[in-house]
């Protein structure tokens, strides 16, 4: 992790513990950079993060405020935290359906910039929320970045064995969406009745130097799942 991103972890954690809310101020760049003693520009950076990320806004001239903390239980689509970091404080668990090492579809060989005959990492899961079926979700790793996945950390997150583990800045990712009806095998692991609606989503995951390390396509239980977004600019 890079040193802005250490420091927006840690003014993110600070907000929380004292719970401060919507338009509480917040200490001025002066003063961030003498608590973290950093430069101006890479308390400017982890600033940036933090308005990207939704947790604060800069009112040119005022300071810096607290932004209205997101809704509990709600999973932010603009996020590359993981579950586990999303939905604090309910019980994220994972049921591992399977996890080898086999060459990758084509689709999964492109997303990941892979050549197609190159082994990767593939990872099943059903994700449950305080024990309800959450969603099924199909990843592809780029083994020459994550080159060891276990039954063990497929079971918790794989995102912290990621980032924690491994040492890796995850960057950005790109998701595309769509509606439909699930299958008999998809409504059999979510547990709903078949052609239920589903909400189906693929995403790439990238690193801070843009290499893609995972593909993911994950069909949520519409009755668990609920998105936000924060907006941080709107268009005339």
């Given amino acids: 992790m890079l040193k802005y991103q250490q420091i927006a972890a840690e003014i993110e954690k600070d907000i929380e513990e004292k719970d401060l809310q919507q338009g509480d101020k917040l200490p001025v760049l002066d003063a961030f950079m003498v608590q973290f003693e950093v430069s101006k520009s890479t308390i400017t950076k982890a600033l940036d993060l933090l308005e990207k990320k939704g947790i604060v806004y800069q009112v040119r001239g005022s300071g810096i405020f607290v932004r209205r903390h997101k809704r509990r239980g709600y999973i932010g689509l603009l996020s590359n935290q993981g579950f586990k970091k999303e939905l604090d404080g309910f019980q994220i668990t994972s049921e591992v359906l399977a996890l080898d090492v086999r060459i990758p579809t084509e689709e999964a060989a492109r997303n990941l910039a892979v050549d197609p005959a190159e082994s990767v990492y593939y990872v099943k899961r059903v994700r449950y929320i305080n024990g309800q079926t959450l969603c099924v979700e199909e990843s592809y790793y780029n ?69 893609p390390f995972d593909f993911s396509k994950i069909t949520y239980n519409y009755e668990q799942s609920q998105f936000f977004i924060q907006a941080n600019n709107y268009f005339l």
């Fill in 143 to 211: 083994k020459s970045i994550v080159p060891y996945l276990n039954n063990e950390i497929a079971s918790e997150s794989i995102f912290n064995y990621i980032s924690e583990a491994l040492g890796l800045n995850i960057g950005f990712s790109d998701l595309y969406f769509n509606i439909g009806k699930i299958n008999e095998e998809e409504a059999g692991l979510l547990r709903l009745p078949n052609a239920s609606p589903g909400l189906f989503m693929e995403q790439i995951f990238h690193l801070t130097n843009g290499q």
